[in-house]
T-cell receptor
């Protein structure tokens, strides 16, 4: 089935040690998003790609970076994770289609910082 | 800016009870509206959607109607089951004029617990 796949499901990293989360999609959607979701909160958009165009949210910390080497893959890099970066990270995709504007989400990566 | 306001939970219901979760929105432009569901430890799944005023989205017994005059998109289900226990997010997306990507903005989420 076409879907959005995130790896790994669970990631433990050390304080200050760079970590990369990955996302792949078989939907061939133009847009890919990264959201951060902390416990009992709404998902918060960090940034998104529209094809190769990168769009950063104004309040996304510089510690967070992203790469999209091709249509199918997108990566979230956290350069120096702090304890406050522990969260669920959600990747999503959507197409540019007014009739079908919904985002499709992966299962998320739960990041723990120790 | 765009925002979604939904009732805070948790909401606890007995099995077969009627469910309403209120959701109102503020948006520039003409948004599409969604309800997403999140089970523990999982990502978000689209439950239903509506892309224009007076549209009714429905799925798995859940319904919501896009009311432009009241800027609302309340979620309802006539008879809940234990398996409906989850967190429900109301959301909207508005694209830039002329097309392009549509950024999704979420409400805070409402936790539903259904007891047998």
């Amino acid at each position: 089935d076409a879907m959005v796949i995130q790896n790994p499901r669970y990631q433990v990293t050390q304080f200050g040690k760079p970590v990369t989360l990955s996302c792949s999609q078989t939907l061939n959607h133009n847009v890919m998003y990264w959201y951060q979701q902390k416990s009992s909160q709404a998902p918060k958009l960090l940034f998104h790609y529209y094809d190769k165009d990168f769009n950063n949210e104004a309040d996304t910390p510089d510690n967070f970076q992203s790469r999209r080497p091709n249509t199918s893959f997108c990566f979230l890099d956290i350069r120096s994770p702090g304890l406050g970066d522990a969260a669920m990270y959600l990747c999503a995709t959507s197409r540019v289609d007014r009739a079908n504007p919904e985002a499709f989400f992966g299962q998320g990566t739960r990041l723990t910082v120790v | 800016g765009d925002s979604v306001t939904q009732m805070e939970g948790p909401v606890t219901l007995s099995e077969e009870a009627f469910l309403t979760i209120n959701c109102t929105y503020t948006a520039t432009g003409y948004p599409s509206l969604f309800w997403y569901v999140q089970y523990p430890g999982e990502g978000l799944q689209l439950l239903l959607k509506a892309t224009k005023a007076d549209d009714k989205g429905s799925n798995k017994g859940f319904e919501a109607t896009y009311r432009k005059e009241t800027t609302s998109f309340h979620l309802e289900k006539g008879s809940v089951q234990v398996s409906d226990s989850a967190v429900y997010f109301c959301a909207l997306s508005v694209g830039p004029l002329g097309g392009g990507y549509q950024k999704v903005t979420f409400g805070i989420g409402t936790k539903l617990q259904v007891i047998p």
